[in-house]
């Protein structure tokens, strides 16, 4: 019963919110974890599900107790999956599509088998997803915390650097308004440089970036 389920992952999120005494409590129990990863898995285009599940997990995840007591990879794997295929069919909620991307974040976040996973599969379709972020800044934010926490992957970023690079540069003269995306942009260009051959990939670019950065400078 979808309704019925809606309903006990509201209370739970009211509980949670009011009571962090109960928050913890969750935090310990990894089975809570695992039932609402069963959620994403089984109901994938149910948005009001998917709302509600993300909204716990984003709480959850955000958590060492939490993330130290999911020790294998295969659920980080699990979850990530999951995630990523929540957001192909809600682009346009900004809502789900932020707390989406937050869990991604904070997942990434320490874990170098994860990041080369995600540069691996998904950073064709974290590109695409930029185009819907663009209604969305706060989405559009987090899109960047993703790309970072993925570029701290050594394996990560030989895969990264020529999508990145052809992001910056699609989008540089729409942002250079934005100085916290133009900083974001730097920011990740800068830890992908620790990449042996990423400076090869930039001087094949050098005529381009040199006609966008004055417009981007002014």
Known sequence: DLVLQEICLDILYTFMVKSPVLEDKMKRKVNVFFHLLRLLSEHPEVHNIQARTMRLLVRLVDSDQTRAQISHLKHWRHLLDSVMSAIKHFYQDAELLCNSLMIVTLILKGN???????????????????????????????????????????????LMALPIVNLVLEHLTQWHADSSIICDCFCLLEKLCLYDKFSDILVDKDVVMRSLLPEMMS
């Open 112 to 158: 170098s088998d994860l990041q080369t996973y995600m540069a691996e599969k998904y950073i064709h379709r974290i590109m695409l997803l930029f185009k819907s972020a663009s209604q969305h800044p706060d989405a559009g934010k987090l899109l960047f915390c993703v790309l970072w926490q993925t570029a701290h992957s050594e394996q990560a970023r030989p």
